[in-house]
C-alpha cells in the first residue's frame, strides 16, 4: 500500500468514526441518566472496575447530578456496550485528540 492510499483510508475511517460520534452526540441530546446501580448492571462490571477504567479514559465519564450523586448519559453507556470497551476506548480518544 502506498503512503496516499494509507492516509485515504486512514481519513476515510476518521470520517466515519466523526459521523459515528455525531450520531452519538444527537442521541445524548434527548438523555437520561443512570445511576450507578444501573451502570453495573447494564455493563456488568464491579464498581472498582468502573472508576479505574474511567481513571484511564477507558470508560465514559460520570457527571453529578444534585451535586453529589454520580450519573451516566444512557447513551454513553449505551454506546460503550454496544462498541465494546476497547472500540469505545478508540473512538473517545479520536474524539478527544480533532
Not at 8 to 18: C, F, G, Q, S
Not at 79 to 89: C, E, F, H, Q
Request: charged fraction near 20%; avoid cysteine.
Amino acid at each position: 500500500m502506498t503512503n496516499t492510499t494509507e492516509t485515504e483510508t486512514v481519513n476515510m475511517v476518521l470520517k466515519t468514526l466523526a459521523a459515528q460520534l455525531l450520531s452519538i452526540a444527537e442521541l445524548a441530546k434527548q438523555d437520561s441518566f443512570l445511576g450507578l446501580e444501573e451502570v453495573m448492571q447494564r455493563t456488568k462490571l464491579k464498581k472498582v472496575t468502573i472508576y479505574t477504567q474511567m481513571s484511564k479514559d477507558l470508560f465514559p465519564a460520570n457527571t453529578k447530578a444534585d451535586g453529589y450523586r454520580a450519573v451516566w448519559r444512557a447513551s454513553e453507556i449505551q454506546s460503550y456496550i454496544a462498541l465494546g470497551p476497547k472500540r469505545w476506548a478508540e473512538l473517545h480518544a479520536v474524539a478527544h485528540t480533532h
